[in-house]
């Protein structure tokens, strides 16, 4: 059997950065991803190919270490790999309880892009936006550093998360820029269905009475607040350097495996 404590992966695999992006898009609690999260592999590393060090030391605590090619945004002269690497704990199964998930967590990546690129956003929450903000091309091979801080409670059928995160860019030559955002959001179930949870992420919620079986299924209530801020980065006209995004969010899960989801954002 493998070892717990130290397993290997390598390949292509989503890199260990961020509670919201580890937990599958089948398990999300809203349709979409928050502000940050849209930025998928710019901001927040995605999926990328690469070598992973991880593990669970001991039962709540797990941790990851990964040494990534990084996406598209390598050359010749900046071509250094990306260290990621992730920790976290849920205190309540190191103190040996089951009536509550308590969910600490800290990602941290640093490595090399070269010049040239421009740090974009791709689009909002509801997608009727794209690429709003657009930084000004940084200027030669450029040291990129990520932070991510997360935090999830949950008891029972209600559970509260939240992440905060910066992302710094040092260029060879020009100015700095630097880009800030968090979400935090409050979910509720309904029917009262507790929460899965498992190595440092969250999985599917099961319906206590399915609709296959003749149940009405699990239904769930949701709301998000997440905000997007470059403001110290001047952007050309027609771009914002900051948005703030609130979502609304209703799901119906007939069975473990299909669910119906109505969300409002408002941003």
Known sequence: AANPEAQFQFGLFKMPFSLEQLTS??????????????????????????????????????YALAVSRGRANKDAVSDDLDLIGR???????????????????????QGEIKGGVTPSSSRNESRSQNAFFTGPALG????????????????????????????KYDPTTGSDQEIKGYYVQAVFNLTGESFNYKDGAFSSIKPANPVDKGGKGAWQVGVRLSEFDASPITVAAGKTNRAVSTSYGLTWFTTENLRFMLNYVDT
């Not at 801080?149 to 992440?163: D, G, I, N, T």
Request: no cysteine.
């Open 140 to 167: 030669g091979v450029t040291t990129r550093t990520r932070q991510g801080l997360e935090a999830a409670l949950s008891y029972q059928a209600f559970k509260l998360q939240a992440e905060q995160f910066n992302f």
């Open 87 to 109: 920790v976290t704990t849920n205190l309540a199964e190191v103190i040996g309880s089951k009536a509550f998930i308590g969910h600490l967590g800290a990602a941290y990546s």
């Open 25 to 62: 898009s089948n398990n999300i609690d809203f349709m979409e991803r928050s502000l940050i999260g849209q930025v998928e592999g710019e901001f927040i590393p995605g999926k990328e190919t690469g070598f992973m060090l991880h593990g669970i030391p001991k039962p709540g605590l797990t």
